[in-house]
Structures are given as structure tokens and as C-alpha cells.
């Protein structure tokens, strides 16, 4: 049996966050996250397990952190436009 657990994204720049949901595996946020730290942006995420102290998302608080709705969504939009930005600046680039 896995544990559920809460994936929370992190803006550490606008120190906002957001509860995006449960899952017993967290590798595509993970995975997300890590690809907008690799692009440049100031973001971590936070995966704690779902608990009886922590049952409902309204209940979760991260200290120093104001929650953001649509954080995941407008951090992704960023990482597709930081995505986009470098493609068309390398565009004819023959690096393979």
C-alpha cells in the first residue's frame, strides 16, 4: 500500500504557494518542478504525507508562505514561454 501525499509547489521569489492535489507518486510534479529549476526559475516543491493533522488542503500552511490560487498554472506558463523564448533563439542551431 503507498501513502498519499500532498504536492505543494513553492514560488520562492514571490514566496506564494500551492496544494495542487494528492497522489501516491509524485514523479511528473516532481519532474515539473525540477524542469523549471533547470530553466531558471526560482521554485521548489514540498511533499509531505497526507496526515490526520493535515486531512483537508485548507488545513495546510507553509511558514513565511502566503497561498497563491493558480500558482501551478501560471509557473508552467512561464516554463513554456522560458521553453519557447530559448528555441526560437536557437532556432537553426545544428548541435546534434
Known sequence: M???CWQIIKDD?????EVCGQSSTGNAFTNNVYSMQRAGMNVSCVTPPVTNKNSSESLIKITGYTREDGLR????????DITLKFVDDNEGWDGF
Open 2 to 4: 503507498y501513502t498519499r
Open 13 to 17: 521569489t514571490k514566496r506564494t504557494f
Open 73 to 80: 498554472e501560471r509557473l508552467l506558463k512561464e516554463l513554456r
